[in-house]
């Protein structure tokens, strides 16, 4: 192993910083990587550790994101510790080339900081590109801030890389909020961060000239249907292997993640159920409208794919009134994520159901406010208060001009 | 393992790492040339491959023809696919993780994933200088969707996305000049190849595979499906192609250096080639006789041009 980097008990690292230094702990043995707005500095801070000789792995600069992924399929193929990091347009580059990595079941890790999709262009954070991918057969880990940022990535080599898992694996983090914000972040030593990922043994690799593998062939009816079912069974069970690493992660460091975490919930009546970065602002809302009387929670989950159905069904079914917060706009429908945690609740033998409404925000970043937030969880009240919907199920926050709703 | 293939006996009996066991047509040019591929590795080799004709006729879950490391991602990237393979092979060879030879990298790609589609990527592999062979097999057409044009279709050729018709001949676009544009990249060794003139590919393949850095090779590749021949006559439409310089054999050096590594005695007229084939057949009515004489004129320019770079040095 190349120089270990002395670290300090607490470094003011942002979303993008601390992403680096996780690779770097991994001591991954190929990334490549091309650079797009917000992530580009995790593969700028990635050259100046290979510069610097702290990575002793190749860094390969292809000419586009296609090529990045494609490259991640042949070096993980090839049999080694492989991860790389984009955003937006060139995470969109990139889809076709996530579903062979997944077929393939190569567990490489990919940092997505989230970004809207053009057109018109626009480089700030929103969850669009998160969507994107979402049925790509990877699995989808959600943070909120530079520590998160940071501890899921050294969480994310051992999810994918347990050998009853073998599933790529994406680290969501928001861009600006979380890639450009500085925050104080507790990394782990270089030794301590290796451990706990420890060292990557290949199954079947291309360099192994003993038993030459066929990677990537072509399966038609008789064959495909069974490879895509067993992709999907092991994900939706993956998440035990993912309880795991986080429990480990536990005993390690007291940082506790969970697939499914509440804030204030034990008396909740209404709760925001969001993702990323608006976990941390609707916590801030939920104590302060708390003093207005209202009781209030907040609800997000670590674990995007698999979706945790059962888990949050549970866990939702008794509160009286639910906001589901989409930072993207699936265009012609409800919200992505409305859509999934509507369908949680049908999986709970239960028939009280929350009454739920979805709130679309933050498309290019436009601002959530303390304001919105409250006057969110005071509709969430009145639902709860009426015992059904007081305003349109779908509502646009902060949108000038026309006031759009959908039922 | 035959590394070194002397004669056509011996060539007949050295498939073992690519199985008699695959789905490409009767008489496909393709299947020639990867066996020779196969046979002038000497070591550890991987390959990869670009989808086409032979990545769905050679791997067929769950059968494959390949008795070597062997990997498809998408139509576009089996260059990128094998640059990560040697990617990670100099990052675990640095780690001590790999102990093993030196494997060879080589991809396959057909005209449309080489000269269209692909193109960036295998640009962007030998501007990056990857240790690897790229090997274009070079139907000039898009055969394994149906027989589409694609860059590298020469003028005049009916293809199913330009077919003769009333108002048109077909193609109306020259085929791409693939070879000194990848030479252009400062690739160490350009060459074209054609199956027929086995002794001259064996000698061109094993040099580009050889040789240190990003390689490539253009390999004609008679497909008897869309260019309309019958099957038996692979070698003898190959022999045609040569024989009229419609595919020299050449190879560049270093990026500047052109050398033709074959001659022919007797140079035929482009249409004795172009008649033997179905996708030319209508050239041959008189109000396309033109274009007749553009391709044959065309061929005559590129010749002089190869002739004088060779005598030129530069
Ligand atoms: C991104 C993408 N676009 C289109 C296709 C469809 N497609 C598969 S093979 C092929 C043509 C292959 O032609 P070529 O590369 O010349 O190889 P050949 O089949 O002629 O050997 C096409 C268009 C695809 N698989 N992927
Ligand atoms: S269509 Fe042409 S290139 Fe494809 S397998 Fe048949 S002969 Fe070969």
């Known amino acids: 192993m190349p120089n270990v980097m002395e670290l300090q008990e607490v470094e003011v690292w942002d979303g993008n910083m601390a992403a680096s230094h996780a690779l ?27 510069s610097n000789g702290y990575i002793d792995g190749e860094f390969v ?52 900081v989230n970004r809207a999709l053009a057109s018109p262009l626009n480089i700030h954070g ?67 961060a290796y451990n706990f990922i420890g060292d990557y043994q290949s199954k079947n690799p291309l360099l192994d000239f003993d038993k030459p ?46 697939i499914v975490e509440t804030y204030d919930t034990k008396d909740a009546e209404v709760v925001i159920f969001a993702l990323g970065t608006t976990v941390e602002s609707a916590r801030v809302a939920a104590k302060n409208v708390r003093e207005l009387g209202i009781k209030a929670g907040v609800v997000t989950i670590r674990v995007f794919r698999p979706f945790p159905y059962v888990k949050l069904g549970e866990i939702l079914k008794d509160f009286k009134a639910v906001a589901i917060m989409d930072k993207s706009l699936p265009a012609g429908a409800m919200g992505a994520l409305f859509n999934e945690v509507a369908a949680s609740l049908y999986q709970v033998q239960d028939s009280k159901h929350p009454v739920l409404s979805n709130y679309i925000y933050g498309l290019g970043e436009r601002d959530l406010t303390q304001v919105d937030l409250v006057k969110i969880y005071q509709e969430l009240d009145a639902n709860a208060k009426a015992a059904k919907l007081t305003h349109p199920t779908q509502q646009f926050i902060g949108l000038r001009g026309p006031k759009l709703s959908f039922c | 393992m035959v590394n ?55 791997a067929v879950y769950p ?36 102990n093993g030879q030196r494997p060879k990298f080589v991809a396959f790609g057909g005209d449309g994933s080489t000269y269209d589609i692909g193109f960036q990527w295998i640009s962007g592999c030998f501007e990056r200088g990857h240790d690897m062979t790229y090997i274009c097999l070079d139907n000039e057409v898009y055969a394994n969707t149906g027989g589409q044009r694609s860059s590298s279709t020469p003028i005049g050729a009916s293809t199913s996305t330009t077919p003769a018709g009333k108002v048109s001949y077909g193609k109306k676009e020259r085929k791409k000049d693939i070879l000194f544009v990848m030479a252009a990249h400062g690739s160490p ?49 190959s022999d045609l192609a040569v024989d009229s310089l419609v595919f020299p054999l050449f190879e560049i050096i270093n990026g500047v250096e052109v050398r033709i590594t074959y001659r022919p005695k007797n140079i035929i007229p482009v ?17 396309n006789e033109y274009i007749l004489e553009q391709f044959q004129k065309n061929v005559n320019d590129r010749w002089e041009y190869l002739q004088r770079r060779e005598e030129a040095k530069v």
């Open chain 1, 213 to 258: 593998a066929t990677y990537g062939a072509q399966a038609e009816e008789d064959w495909h249907f069974e490879h895509k079912a067993q992709l999907h069974n092991t994900l939706m069970h993956s998440d035990i292997a993912i309880q795991k690493v986080f429990d480990e992660f536990f005993d390690l460091t007291a940082r506790r993640y969970n």
């Open chain 2, 4 to 58: 070194e293939v002397k004669n056509l006996k011996q060539f007949s009996k050295s498939a073992e790492k690519f199985e008699g066991a695959h789905l490409l047509c009767p008489g496909c040019a393709h299947g020639m040339i990867i066996r020779e591929v196969l046979n002038v590795v000497d070591g550890p080799l991987v390959l990869g491959n670009s989808t086409g004709c032979v990545e769905v006729s050679t």
């Open chain 2, 63 to 98: 059968y494959t023809s390949w008795d070597v490391p062997w990997i498809h991602i998408g139509f576009e990237n089996g260059s990128t696919a094998v640059a990560g393979v040697e990617a990670m092979y100099r990052a675990l060879a640095k780690k001590g993780k790999y």
């Open chain 2, 271 to 287: 249409r004795d080639y172009l008649g033997a084939q179905g996708r030319f057949k209508h050239l041959f009515k008189p109000e």
């Open chain 2, 189 to 237: 060794y350009v060459a074209q190849v054609a199956p027929n003139k086995w002794k001259d590919m064996n000698k061109k393949i094993k040099q580009a595979i050889e040789t240190e850095g990003p390689t490539f090779i253009n390999a004609m590749s008679a497909c008897t499906t869309e260019w309309k021949f019958d099957s038996n006559q692979t070698v003898e439409v």
């Open chain 1, 61 to 112: 600069l292809v000419e586009s994101e296609h090529a990045a992924m494609s490259g991640c399929v042949g070096a993980a193929a090839a049999g080694g510790r492989v991860a790389t990091a984009t955003s937006s347009q060139g995470f969109a580059l990139m889809i076709e080339v996530l579903y062979q990595a997944s077929g393939m079941r190569l567990p490489i890790v990919l940092n997505l």
């Open chain 1, 126 to 192: 929103d969850h669009s590109d998160m969507y994107l991918g979402r049925d790509a057969g990877w699995i989808n880990l959600n943070t909120c801030n530079p520590q998160e940022a940071y501890d899921f990535n050294l969480m994310a080599f051992r999810i994918a890389e347990d050998m009853a898992v073998r599933i790529p694996t994406i680290v969501n983090q928001d861009g600006f909020l979380c890639s450009h914000t500085a925050q104080n972040v507790r990394p782990l030593s270089d030794e301590v």
């Open chain 1, 24 to 50: 770097r702990q991994a001591q991954i043995d190929v990334v490549a990587a091309y650079p797009i707005t917000p992530s580009t500095p995790i593969v700028q801070n990635y050259g100046s550790f290979v």
